[in-house]
């Protein structure tokens, strides 16, 4: 099944070879669950009055059949970090999003409760 991929940069200017990368990213994601439907990437630069590399933010949604999985990634100082590191947690958050899916997540038994004990009124 074929994912769009929406791809949403603001306050910078992404290369031909970011934006490569972030397609090749996205489709991994998609190897990893071919149903995915869509990935929305939105890629935050510095705000206009950092004079270095600032904090990137990276936020990235994944569209499945009946769920959407969002990762916000904190700051960082490199845009490239912030992109894999984004990427990464959206990975984990598919595959954990396969495993409840597939019911193979460990539920735990509810607490054992010991009924009441019965006081007579002998004492």
Same mark, same amino acid.
Request: aromatic residues 4%; contains cysteine; hydrophobic residues 35%.
């Given at each position: 099944?074929?994912?769009?991929?929406?791809?949403?940069?603001?306050?910078?200017?992404?290369?031909?070879?970011?934006?490569?990368?972030?397609?090749?990213?996205?489709?991994?994601?998609? $190897?990893?669950?071919? =149903? !995915?439907?869509?990935?929305?990437?939105?890629?935050? @630069?510095? /705000?206009?009055? %950092?004079?270095?590399?600032?904090?990137?933010?990276?936020?990235?949604?994944?569209?499945?059949?009946?769920?959407?999985?969002?990762?916000?990634?904190?700051?960082?100082?490199?845009?490239?970090?912030?992109?894999?590191?984004?990427?990464? $947690?959206?990975?984990? =958050? !598919?595959?954990?999003?396969?495993?409840?899916?597939? @019911?193979? /997540?460990?539920? %735990?038994?509810?607490?054992?409760?010991?009924?009441?004990?019965?006081?007579?009124?002998?004492?």
């Amino acid at each position: 099944m074929q994912f769009t991929l929406h791809l949403t940069p603001k306050d910078l200017h992404l290369n031909r070879a970011t934006v490569h990368h972030i397609q090749d990213k996205a489709a991994k994601l998609a $190897a990893v669950y071919p =149903r !995915l439907l869509k990935c929305r990437v939105v890629l935050e @630069g510095p /705000v206009h009055h %950092h004079r270095k590399g600032g904090p990137y933010t990276a936020r990235i949604d994944l569209i499945v059949p009946g769920a959407e999985l969002v990762v916000n990634h904190h700051e960082t100082a490199d845009l490239r970090q912030a992109i894999r590191e984004a990427f990464e $947690a959206a990975r984990r =958050r !598919l595959e954990d999003h396969i495993q409840h899916r597939r @019911g193979e /997540v460990k539920r %735990h038994q509810p607490p054992y409760h010991r009924p009441e004990e019965t006081v007579s009124p002998e004492f």
